[in-house]
């Protein structure tokens, strides 16, 4: 039974779900959801981590079954005929299953013999996909050999062989970055706007749900929201303003200082500024004169009005992540404490990083900016001593990296993107091992420990496996085994990819208080919004930088006769775009 157009193409009613965590505890994953998909629209499911939006999907898409409640997928029973939808929709999950040894190409055939597409339908169905997902010209290429942004593009490819009636997309431009998050955001709007595709995806970008027609708000399995996204904006009408911080003041600090306000339910930099959103009754005046800067009216957009919905029910950040504090903070620094001279890095003829040079001082936060398969990475790698440079020279706190490696290497504290944790081990068991890799022993490492589950607020969870925490939580304790050793400078690669909003507030108040007493930062980040946290940003494009300086410099980038007030965001775009307008050249954004 097909639906009509009048119906909705998803509707739930009462949605309930359980799991199973260890032998006696269960979580709730969804809690009583209701909510409609109309045909033909673009739904976004948004919500902090852990707030059941891939517990959703994976029910929506016939993969799971709610426990209790009711769930029609195109007019389709889910709980009694799950194989007649999994025929009819495209889905593509989180890890998009692409076999990486296989070419662009070999993949689609793949797909398509799976979902039993004929011939006949490849050859109408191919070249469109092609077009969509700027795949042409790498169909050989295999698919371990692609960036994140296009392995992304070769993923909605493969989930939409088949012409889908309905599209579930599980937070599809994760690891992105902006110029292909734009093109990927291109390739959703056409199928919904031109082919009349119903899509719904998570995400934990703000702005996207912020272009949809449609939002679902979820937070620990609640609904908490269901509407068009100037609903959830009108919530934070009269409640935003922007603030200018005092000459030579970082906007961070000024954010930092903020959100500790009784006044102030949120703040965020933005374009130098920092923009609040003051809690219902308070008085604007009040914050702007425990601060000494004058609040100036905004017009509310989606992601205040998210953060006012989760107020009553989010748990309010740790006051430990502003009141941090270093036992033994690094010494003052009369040289940079990152030297980069000239680096180079090639994999046989290809050449990864081009003559990069770039100089860190003490207590700065730097930021690495650039598209997938910019360099970024590889530069990361021969920073922290991971791979050997072809040329150039690296000096880390006065050490020379090529000729003392180990010595370089001990000022270092490393987050990764994924999180080198061990799953198998608790909180207390991870932070046990990384001390010990790092030297620590008997009463100082018990003393680091010690430091790190209060500093970072993990008592609580210090029994709980790693591969069972919150991705919050998650990167709490990989920034805090990173800081055991007390390294001068901490590499942050896409530390906070993925995280939402609340997540990432406490994060950069971490990071803001380490910068504070002298722990220099160095960020990787696809999120734009994160590189107004940084004193100074370079923006890398195959290898070479192409443009560096302060994030007011770099804005100013990206003005045009129709943009005088651009975002970091369309800065970045115009950066990469002017680059490769002028030398062209094969790219995998």
């Known amino acids: 039974m097909s639906a009509s157009a009048a119906e909705p193409v998803i509707a739930g009613r009462a949605l309930s779900k359980h799991f199973r965590n260890g032998a006696k505890q269960t979580v709730q994953a969804l809690a009583n959801v209701s909510f409609q998909v109309a045909a033909g629209t673009l739904t976004a499911l948004v919500g902090p981590d852990g707030a059941g939006k891939t517990t959703l999907i994976r029910l929506m898409a016939g993969l799971m079954t709610a426990d209790e409640g009711e769930l029609t997928v195109l007019g389709i029973d889910a709980k009694a005929d799950p194989q007649a939808i999994q025929s009819r929709i495209g889905y593509m999950p989180q890890r998009f299953g692409l ?14 013999d799976l979902h039993d597409v004929s011939v006949a339908a490849r050859q109408t169905r191919y070249p469109r996909l092609m077009e969509m997902t700027a795949l042409g010209p790498f169909t050989r290429r295999l698919a371990g050999k692609l960036s994140g942004g296009m392995k992304q593009k070769l993923g909605l490819a493969c989930a939409l062989v088949r012409s889908p009636d309905l599209l579930l997309l599980d937070e599809p431009t994760v690891g992105v970055d902006p110029l292909s998050r734009r093109e990927l955001w291109d390739i959703i709007t056409k199928l919904v706007r031109e082919e009349g595709v119903p899509v719904l995806l998570s995400t934990s970008y703000l702005d996207e749900a912020a272009r949809c027609d449609h939002v679902v708000v979820l937070h620990e399995g609640k609904l908490l929201s269901e509407g068009p996204p100037a609903k959830v904006a009108a919530l934070a009408d009269g409640r935003t303003f922007s603030m200018q911080p005092a000459a030579g003041e970082p906007a961070r600090e000024l954010q930092a200082r903020l959100l500790d306000a009784p006044d102030v339910l949120d703040a965020s930099p933005e374009a130098g500024h920092v923009r609040i959103v003051r809690r219902a009754h308070a008085s604007p005046s009040h914050a702007a004169s425990d601060t000494g800067s004058q609040a100036t009216p905004v017009p509310a957009r989606f992601e205040d009005g998210f953060m006012i919905l989760l107020q009553p029910t989010a748990t309010p950040p740790s006051a430990m992540a502003a009141d941090m504090k270093l ?25 990864a990083v081009d003559h990069l040079n770039f100089q860190v001082a003490r207590g700065e936060i730097f930021g690495l900016l650039g598209p997938n398969g910019a360099g970024k990475t590889t530069t990361f790698r021969m920073l922290c001593g991971l791979l050997h440079p072809t040329g150039g020279d690296l000096k880390i706190a006065g050490a020379d990296l090529k000729r003392s490696p180990a010595s370089a290497r001990q000022k270092i504290g490393y987050v990764a993107q994924k999180f080198s944790l061990y799953a198998q081990l608790s909180v207390a068991e991870n932070l046990d091992f990384f001390a010990s890799a790092y030297g620590l022993h008997s009463a100082r490492r018990r003393q680091r420990i010690h430091w790190a589950m209060a500093q970072f607020d993990l008592s609580a969870a210090s029994h709980q496996l790693g591969g069972q925490l919150p991705g919050g939580y998650k990167q709490r304790l ?16 896409e530390a906070t990819s993925g995280a939402d909003p609340l997540a990432r507030r406490e994060f950069w108040r971490r990071i803001t208080a380490l910068a504070k007493q002298g722990v220099t930062v160095i960020v990787t980040t696809h999120f734009m919004v994160e ?13 070479r930088i192409l443009a560096q300086g302060s994030p007011t410099e770099i804005r100013q980038k990206g003005v045009t006769p129709s943009n005088a007030e651009p975002t970091m965001e369309d800065a970045f775009i115009a950066v990469i775009e002017a680059s490769r307008a002028t030398a062209p050249q094969e790219h995998v954004a």
Not at 478 to 493: G, K
């Open 99 to 112: 076999y990486e040894d296989l070419s662009v190409q070999e993949n689609l055939d793949l797909y398509a």
């Open 327 to 351: 036992e033994h903070p690094p010494a003052e620094a009369k040289t940079p404490v990152i030297e980069v001279t000239d680096l180079v890095k090639r994999f046989g003829d290809f050449i």
């Open 478 to 493: 990989a920034t805090a085994a990173a800081l055991l050793h007390e390294p001068d400078i901490l590499f942050l690669d």
């Open 531 to 543: 590189a107004e946290y940084c004193d100074r940003i370079a923006i890398l494009d195959s290898g």
